[in-house]
């Protein structure tokens, strides 16, 4: 089985922190938002992965073949954002023919039984219930389980079940055929070419498309749910996740995670805060707040913060959303 992972995507409502990295390298509870999707699909087995990179794309390139070395992955760049049915038509010269996908985007952390999904004989897409639908892709579902029809961000959804992310597709090759169709056609949803679309052109066609559960699902695209992700995977860690370290005059408030080579000296640090690797905090408190790596704060009150690489921050504030290597001086 093929895994594809687009990761193209420029993240403009994460500005101004994507202006430096991928969306998908955001860290989260230690760890990249793309690190906690590919332990997930490793650790069902899968191995092979085609990922549609764009915008510093080297950076992603980087960091997969780094921490999955056992992997076997392919890059595709996607030059222009056209949505992502073009992305996984961009893959397709390393997909055998009938070999079946699992298509899974780039910036959701998820929990699902990836082992049961993988062994359904239907292609099957993952949905959860959601309060508005009109913000996702919708499947409206039969009796048997079956998707009679998918529509992207409806104006008047007539289903609240929404697309995760996450779809195992057992005819590739239709998949292709449709996603060729609308190219060939100039057929777009939002002017761009949706797998939505292509998914509902296989329905059309004749072939079975079910649904499965998804347990846990958070769509990183902004801040508020990035660090309501980081709070969710914090919960799950035994106490505090410290790598070694003593901190003097010091307080930490389970649960948080602090990265090697962290320095912190007359701080109260948490609850749910995450701090990167060689950050260094001095005289601050910092609660449910992300510290990137390198990271430098100094006399800081700070809540619901996202603080990127080598950001230096000295003086109070409240809320942040402060990208990479910038400086603030509040004093």
Sequence with gaps: MKVVIPVAGIGSRLKPHTHTQPKS?????????????????????????????????????????KEYPDCHCTFVIQTLGKGTGHAIWLARDYIEPDEELFIVLGDTIFEADLNEVLRSEYSTLGVKKVEDPRLFGVAEVSEDNSITRLVEKPKIPKSNLALVGLYKIRESRALLDCI????????????????????????SRGI???????????????????????????????????????????????????????????????????????????????????????????NAIMEDSLVGNDATLVGAV??????????????
């Design 25 to 65: 390298l955001i860290p989260v509870a230690g760890k990249p938002i793309l690190g906690h999707i590919m332990d997930r699909l490793t650790k069902a087995g899968l191995k092979d992965f085609v990922f549609i990179i764009g915008y510093l794309g080297d950076k992603i390139e980087q960091y997969i073949s």
């Design 180 to 203: 060729q169709y609308l190219i060939d056609n100039e057929i777009r949803t939002q002017n761009e070419f949706h797998l939505t679309d292509a998914l509902m052109c296989m329905i």
């Design 208 to 298: 079975r498309i079910q649904t499965f559960p998804v347990e846990q699902w958070f769509d990183c695209g902004k801040k508020d749910i990035i660090l309501q992700t980081n709070r969710m995977l914090l919960d799950r860690l035994d106490g505090t996740a410290v790598q070694g370290h003593r901190f003097p005059g010091t307080i930490l408030v389970e649960p948080v995670y602090i990265g090697h080579n962290v320095q912190i000296k007359d701080s109260i640090i948490g609850p749910h805060v995450s701090i990167g690797d060689d950050a260094i905090i001095s005289r601050s408190i910092i609660r449910n707040s992300i510290i990137g790596p390198s990271a430098e704060l100094l």
């Design 318 to 331: 409240q809320s942040l959303n402060l990208g990479d290597s910038a400086e603030i001086k509040l004093s």
